[in-house]
Nanobody, 114 residues
Framework: QVQLVESGGGLVQPGGSLRLSCAAS????????MEWYRQVSGKERELVAR???????DYADSVKGRFTISRVNAKNMVYLQMNSLKPEDTAVYYC????????WGKGTLVTVSS
């Protein structure tokens, strides 16, 4: 059974940092590309970052230079380090397996506010 469990969200002030974690199970994690999405209420989910099985990364322009995606294959974990957070980063963040569009975790809420 495929499971994706996100954690690490919370309330942070503008300019602050958070590290999100995603625990994956039921999949051959090491050979799959992983993604982080985010969604603001009433809007479509937005791809934030992607990491390939080999460790190559891509980022949305809105987070480039501030967010870092990483993975530890031995632990079936993918992370999103978020620095210099802005109020517009407020959203529910989800991890996802690339091209596996039917599998979503419950997400973790990030709120950036003073």
């Amino acid at each position: 059974q495929v499971q994706l469990v996100e954690s690490g969200g919370g309330l942070v002030q503008p300019g602050g940092s958070l590290r999100l974690s995603c625990a994956a199970s039921g999949i051959a994690f090491s050979i799959l590309n992983m993604e982080w999405y985010r969604q603001v209420s009433g809007k479509e989910r937005e791809l934030v970052a992607r990491i390939t099985s080999g460790g190559s990364t891509d980022y949305a322009d809105s987070v480039k230079g501030r967010f870092t995606i990483s993975r530890v294959n031995a632990k079936n974990m993918v992370y999103l380090q978020m620095n210099s957070l802005k109020p517009e980063d407020t959203a529910v963040y989800y991890c996802k397996i690339e091209n596996w569009n039917n599998y979503w975790g419950k997400g973790t809420l990030v709120t950036v506010s003073s």
